[in-house]
């Protein structure tokens, strides 16, 4: 019934939707501080009922179909951004066991084994020996950390605070976090090159996300640009292959990325471009602003009827 469905919703040819599943991490196994993160378990159930659902396309040939007019019905690309070394790990294998292939959006800057902002503020909490943290250092008082939903509930207070500043202002908030914690070293949790050509190798698609993932909009339009355009040759030179997709961080349309990295984004050459906006991309869809979301049931059914509702979502876009 629910294959019917997805069938009416997203029919074949120049009527045909696309859905575009965003993905960051797949963990070994459940986090209690990262709850929202599937465990390897968990990814696979998921890809399982993708497979039933969806004719599932690499996103760069999906994307050439949709705007031909010869797209499959139910078709379903899946992305991957930032570039865990679990997705290497763990993520692709499942894929690859599954007949599936995925896009991974890398920020460069971290591929030597790196840990970015938000994992070193998360690991910081994690280790931090005392039941409390002093955070007057960036205006946010003193926190709980007597349990693991007040460490949780710590993090995503951090994280709503750090994550839109000025790249300088957000690296002097993440090291004031790191010593109010206690100052340890945060574990590498990004992939280094030869993981990237891996994956290349296994069939997976290699696609652009900036060096330092910034939010573009908080940054001069000269540092953007040589953001977006150096991701894009490092990742070429890594896989020695084109690279013809970029993802914007964060990518919320018209606060992380306006007009004018829209256009950046065509004059470095990229195919296409893909946002954080729910709902399913159409022939009318922007090309350098196409929808994904994230569908985070664990259940079948709701996992389902989460698919189903996202072609009802209207497009949000930066003009």
Request: glycine residues 6%; contains cysteine.
């Amino acid at each position: 019934m629910l294959r019917t469905a997805l069938t009416l919703a997203s029919p074949s040819g120049r009527r045909g939707r696309l859905s575009i599943l965003a993905f960051h991490r797949v963990l070994d196994r459940a986090d209690p501080l990262m709850p929202e993160l599937p465990s390897a378990a968990e990814f696979e159930r998921r890809m399982r009922w993708v497979r039933q659902w969806f004719h599932v396309l690499p996103l760069s040939r999906a994307i050439e179909r949709l705007y031909e007019g010869s797209i499959p019905s139910r078709a379903l690309a899946i992305t991957f951004d930032d570039g865990y070394a679990d997705n290497e790990a763990f993520a692709a294998p499942i894929l690859a066991r599954l007949g599936l292939s995925a896009t991974f959006f890398i920020s460069t800057g971290y591929l030597e084994g790196g840990c970015m902002f938000n994992d070193r503020i998360i690991e910081a909490i994690r280790g931090a020996p005392a039941d409390e943290i002093d955070l007057d250092a960036i205006g946010l008082g003193r926190r709980s950390l007597a349990d693991v939903a007040a460490r949780r509930h710590a993090i995503d207070t951090i994280l709503d605070a750090v994550k839109h500043l000025e790249p300088p202002h957000r690296h002097a908030a993440t090291e004031a976090v790191v010593r109010a914690a206690g100052a340890r070293p945060s574990p590498p949790s990004m992939m280094r090159p030869a993981q990237v050509r891996a994956l290349r190798a296994a069939g997976m698609d290699i696609g652009a996300h900036t060096v330092t993932h910034p939010i573009l909009t908080r940054i001069g339009a000269h540092e953007a640009r040589a953001e977006m355009q150096s991701s894009k040759q490092a990742l070429e030179a890594i896989v020695e292959a084109r690279v013809g997709l970029f993802a914007y961080p964060n990518g919320v349309p018209g606060r992380d990325y306006g007009p004018e990295h829209i256009a950046m984004a065509r004059d470095c050459a990229f195919d296409a471009a893909v946002s954080t906006a729910w709902g399913a991309a159409s022939m009318r869809s922007d090309r350098f602003q196409l929808p994904r979301f994230t569908p985070w049931d664990r259940t079948r059914l709701r996992f389902g009827l989460r698919m189903m509702g996202n072609f009802a979502r209207t497009e949000v876009t930066v003009s």
